[in-house]
Each structure stands twice: as C-alpha cells, then as structure tokens.
C-alpha cells in the first residue's frame, strides 16, 4: 500500500515542562526537532492552583512537575521561535484555564497570528479535580461557569479550539473501573453541554457538542482498554443523538488524546515499564474506530522521577515505529464483528448506563460529586487489596521479583531533578515584571475582572485585557477567589469502617493492644502538605488505618504545616503521616518538624510517602522521620504493623 493510502497517524505528544519557561521552551523545540507534532504542556503545581511562585503555599513547589507561569512574559518565554499560528497545543490546566487560554492568545497576538486559525486544547475539566486530582479552586457551580465561558468564547473567536477535554484519565488512575471510568466522564461531557446550551445560539449549538473532545487513560488490560475505547465511541454518539439531537456523524464523533496509565508504571524493575507502556498504547491504536487523536507516552523511568530528554525520546520512537513501520494503519477496523470484543462492549456500555442513570438521578455530574468520589475510593481499595492478595499479578512487584540490578538507573544523572535555585530565579522575575509594569491598568484590569464574575459576563474578555495589561497567576485567581470563594472537596474516606476487613485480623488485635496499653485508641493524622493533589495514596493509608482499627484524621489536600502541626496538637496524635508526590519533600517536611519541635511535639513520630529518591530518604530519616515508603511499599498492612509498632509502650514490645 502506498503511502497516500495508509491512514495519517495520531499527533505525537510528549507532556513536557520543567523548571522554566526557559528551560521548557528548549525541550520543546528539541521534541519537535525529534518527529513531535504537537505539545502537551505541563505546569506547575503553583501555576495549577492559582498561586505566583513567591506564595508560601508554593514554596517546594516551583517548577517541579511542570513549567511555572506567572504572566504574560513567562508564556512569551515558554513558547519563543515556536509559531502558534501553526502549533497544536494541549495545555493541562483546569481551575486557572481560562487565565492560561488569555496568556496564550495575548502571546499568538504577539507573534501577529490570525487567533481564528489557533488549534489546541485546553483541559478545563475541574470536576474530575474533585474527583481525582485535586487542582481546583473554587466551588462546582462557579468552576462550572466558567468552563462554559472558555468554550462559549472560543465558539466566536477560535473556531478551531477545543475548550474541553473531558478527563477521565485521572478517574482510573484513582482507581475507576472501565465502567466508572465511562460514566463519570460522559457524565462530566453532559454536564457542561447542558450549561452550554444557554451560552450559545440554537443554531451554533451542534457544532460546539463536536468540539468537546476527551482525554482518557489506557491500563494494561489492554482487550479490556480496547473495548472500553469502543464503548466510549458508541455512547458518546447515542448521547449526542438522543440526548442532545445532533444530526451531523461527524459532529458526534468521539475525539479523544490518550496518556497511557502511569500508576501502573513500577519502580521495581523499572526497565519492565517500557513493555507495558507500548502494551497499553495498543489499546488506543489498535482499533480503527476508536483510534486516539493523539497520544503521549510516559517515559519507562516516571516512577523513579523526572525524565531526561533521552527518556522522553525512547517513548517517542515507540510511538514512531508502531505509525510508520508498522502496518497498523494501512487495514479497516480489525475487530468489528468480533464476538468477543462485541460482548465486551455491551458490558461495558451497560455497567456504565447503569451508573449513569444514578448519576441523573441525583441532578448530574455536579451534584454527585461526593457520591463519585466515595465509589473511586471503594474501588481503589479493591484494586490495591487485589495486589496485595495476589488476586492481580504485577510482574517484579508481588511477584517474581527477584532480578537482576538495572543499568539504565546507575549513574548520577539517571533521573533528572529541578535545581532548588530555580525557585529563588522564578521569584526574581516576577518581581522584577512587577516592578516593570504600569500598576494603574494592573488595577483596572483586576477590577474590570471581579466586575465580571460577578455580574455574569464572559470571564475570558477581562481575562485577556488582565493578561496584556500585565496581571499575575496568582492576581487572577485572588480575584475569582474573592468572588467565588474556595471550597474543599470531600475526601472519599468515611469515618465508618467499610465492611472488607478480611484478613485484617491480626493487626486490627495489634492496634486493639497498642490502644489499650496507651489509654485510647491510636491516634494517626494523615496530612498532604503543598499544593499536591494526587490524593490517592493518602486515601487508601487512611482507609486503611481505619479499618485496623485506627482512630485517624483526614482532612484533605493542600494543608499547610502549621495546619497539619495544630491538628496533631489539637487531637493529640501519636503518628502524623505525611503523603507528597511532587517532589517538594525536603522542604515540606522539614518545616513540620520544625514546627513540631517549636510546639514541643517531638515526642509524635513522623512517617512519609511519596516518589522519594533513596538519597532523599537518606536525608528525611537523619531529619528524624521514623518511617519512609515509597510506590514499591505496596503492602498496606505491613505499613500499618509498622504505625501501630511506632507508638508500641516499651512492655509491649519486650513481650
């Protein structure tokens, strides 16, 4: 077969940002001086949750899973010598993206780009933050509003545009089923096209139901990944016909980019990880109907830390090689009319029309959020007591774990790290754009955009003049915030044991010993300090904590230390465990146990999880942390043998 006749691959994305705008704007181009055909920015935490890079909340945080943004001459940075004109970009921001949309569009004006001809996405799915990620800022109704504001604009002035990808790649990560996975996410889609249809005329309506596109995950039960994608191919379009009226095929097609599951990727036997990645995109590419738009592959070695440019490359190529020397995309659908896969899909699409109809009946997406994340919790609890059990085999992780050392993790600069001084340079210009800036329309700008999140008009016009006129990341969202105030999403973990305590005896007797011997029952405090939102792990540690019979404090995401500190002094705590996946350890922890010692608390023991260098470990147990885990720590109740062991009276422990 010709070339002409083959199919056109998927885009090429590699999620990219580190550091700097600088910095990330080097790694892009390099990426796409490699074969990329679109970009996939990551940003930083602070920049996510609407923070500059000089807020105490973000201390620890600068740089380190994405690019920081503050203003307009960051963006100007991020994406110099790259014509956006001629770019497809996905940006992966939700609470702040209308602000970044403003940024970007002031940067393509800049560049003396027709805005109409702009291509890209904006993630913009803030319920799924509820749910999974954590990254939101204000309260559902609010948040609502003005993602309807970004796709009601981009349907005038960037024709082009996605203004939503509907997210349920963090729906599995924090343990969804397939069939949750589906609900969830449609129920999202449905949710925000129902508040859309009275920001848009009648007749543009159709048109803005095709722009809504989805981002998805792919695990490695890839027939199961497979066929989910098909599931989600044909409700979506029964969904736009029936519920919505669509006529147009075309207009009801599921668009969809893919980010295969990096909660499955291992630190164990980390080299394993490149099969599975490849597996998992099988799944998104295999099938012609329900092929990915685009696709980015984690690098084998996310599990350890930050990719290298190498890294980043190898998952490139596997990309390259599976459109371009396979003949994958020369062949019709493989698997229609396939017995197996059509019974498959019809399970799927029913456990999901199932949850779905719960879902309505509760008023929508927005008013179900505590139920969805009670049932993502649930659910993740399985998953991880099936790894546990053995039920789930993890090759390297609860079994055969036995190999050879890895050469690819040797070296100094096998993973590469955010230089802490990055943080100190990023404050240094900010401060100096403010200083450069006209303060007066800084002030009117500001004021124009509290005007109109409180009267209703399109957040994204005074966002953009905001954007020009010289307003910070952190200006931005004060201002939503002082209008629409903050909120704290519920954390999925009830007070009341669940009912699945199999197995749990002997250390439920343990704690039951501990708790008598100390007068009362154990008391652990679970806290997530900085602006990390992957709550997951805390949620399943707290769950867990409870159900051993535990008496235990979960507040949430994004404490402060002096909040984690006055609630262990508040009840009295035995042991705080302190759960931070962002890298920003180190300092984070540091400043708790200082404030403990300042409180006379150091007789509280501190454990922490999170991706944690061994180096790092190394430094947090000098530092007096009691306990250190890591993703290879699986063994819930191992960890809670150890918590109950930490607080044991000396009689105890000599019996």
């Known amino acids: 077969m010709s070339q002409s006749q083959k199919d056109r691959p998927w885009l090429f994305r590699t999620y990219a940002g580190h550091s700097t705008a600088k910095a990330s704007n080097a790694l892009y181009r390099a990426n796409l001086a490699k074969g990329q055909t679109g970009l996939s920015v990551a940003f930083d935490l602070p ?12 201390r620890g945080e600068v740089g380190k899973v994405g690019v920081p943004v503050c203003h307009l001459g960051d963006m100007r940075a991020l994406f110099d010598e790259i014509p956006l004109e001629q770019m497809n970009t996905s940006m992966t921001i939700n609470a702040t993206a209308p602000w970044l949309l403003s940024l970007y569009i002031a940067v393509a004006e800049e560049q003396g780009a027709d805005v109409s001809q702009l291509q890209g996405t904006v993630q913009n799915d803030i319920i799924k933050e509820y749910l999974s990620r954590g990254t939101y800022i204000c309260p559902p109704k609010p948040s609502l509003r003005m993602i309807t504001d970004v796709a009601a604009y981009t349907r005038e002035h960037l024709p082009k545009w996605n203004p939503m990808n509907v997210c349920s790649y963090h729906l599995q990560e924090a343990g969804a089923t397939p069939e949750e996975e589906l609900a969830f996410a449609l129920a999202t889609a449905t949710a925000v096209l129902d508040d859309l249809k009275n920001k848009v005329p009648a007749e543009h309506f159709p048109a803005m139901v095709g722009r809504i596109s989805f981002f998805v995950n792919a695990g490695i039960r890839f027939v199961t990944e497979m066929c989910k994608m098909r599931a989600f191919v044909e409700l979506w379009d029964e969904i736009c016909q029936e519920r919505y009226g669509v006529e147009d095929p075309k207009t009801r097609r599921f668009r969809y980019g893919v980010q295969v599951n990096s909660l499955g990727l291992t630190e164990q036997q980390p080299e394993n990880n490149v099969y599975r990645i490849l597996i998992e995109m099988l799944a998104v590419t295999l099938s012609k109907n ?19 440019p190498w890294d980043q490359q190898w998952s490139l190529r596997m990309q390259q090689i599976m459109a371009y020397e396979t003949d994958l995309l020369e062949y019709d659908d493989l698997f229609d009319n396939n017995p197996a896969v059509d019974r498959k899909v019809a399970e799927l699409k029913a456990g999901a029309r199932e ?6 009946g509760m008023g929508g997406a927005v008013q179900a959020i505590e139920y969805m994340k009670g049932r993502l919790v649930e659910s993740n609890a399985r998953r991880i007591g099936n790894i546990e059990g ?17 050469p690819l993790t040797s070296g100094e600069d096998s993973i590469m790290t955010v230089d802490p001084a990055v943080e100190q340079e990023q404050i240094a210009r900010l401060n100096e754009w403010k200083a450069g800036r006209d303060a007066e329309a800084v002030t009117k700008a500001l004021a124009d955009l509290s005007a109109a999140a409180r009267n209703g008009s399109n957040i994204m016009v005074p966002s953009i003049a905001a954007a020009k006129a010289g307003v910070t990341t952190g200006e931005w969202a004060e201002a939503i915030r002082q209008t629409f105030g903050q909120y704290r999403a519920p954390t999925g973990v009830s007070k009341n044991p669940s009912n699945q305590t199999e197995g749990l005896e002997d250390i439920r007797d343990l704690v039951a010993n501990v708790s008598a011997k100390l007068g ?20 399943q540690i707290a769950a867990r904590a409870r159900d051993c019979g535990m008496d235990i404090t979960y507040e949430g995401i994004r404490l402060t230390p002096d909040e984690i500190v006055e609630a262990a002094q508040r009840d009295n705590a035995h042991v705080i465990g302190l759960s931070i996946l962002s890298g920003s350890h180190l300092p984070l922890i540091a400043e708790v146990l200082q404030k403990l010692k300042d409180e006379n608390l150091t007789h509280i023991q501190v454990i922490a999880g999170g991706i944690i260098p061994e180096d790092d470990a190394r430094k947090l147990r000098e530092m007096g942390v009691a306990q250190v885990y890591t993703p290879k720590d699986f063994e819930l109740n191992r960890i809670m043998k150890d918590i109950a062991l930490l607080v044991e009276p000396k009689e105890i422990a000599a019996e």
Request: charged share 25%.
């Open 47 to 58: 920049t996510q949750t609407g923070y500059d890079s000089d807020h105490r909340l973000a």
């Open 290 to 308: 329900a092929r990915a738009r685009a696709v980015q592959l984690p690098a084998w070695n996310e599990a350890l830390g930050l990719p290298r």
């Open 355 to 360: 949850e779905l109809a719960t879902i309505d």
């Open 390 to 406: 053995g039920e789930t085999t993890v090759v390297g992780v609860n079994k055969w774990q036995q190999g050879e050392p890895s």
């Open 520 to 539: 009362r029952p154990l008391k652990f405090i679970v806290g997530k300090p900085g602006l990390d939102g992957h709550s997951n792990g805390a949620e």
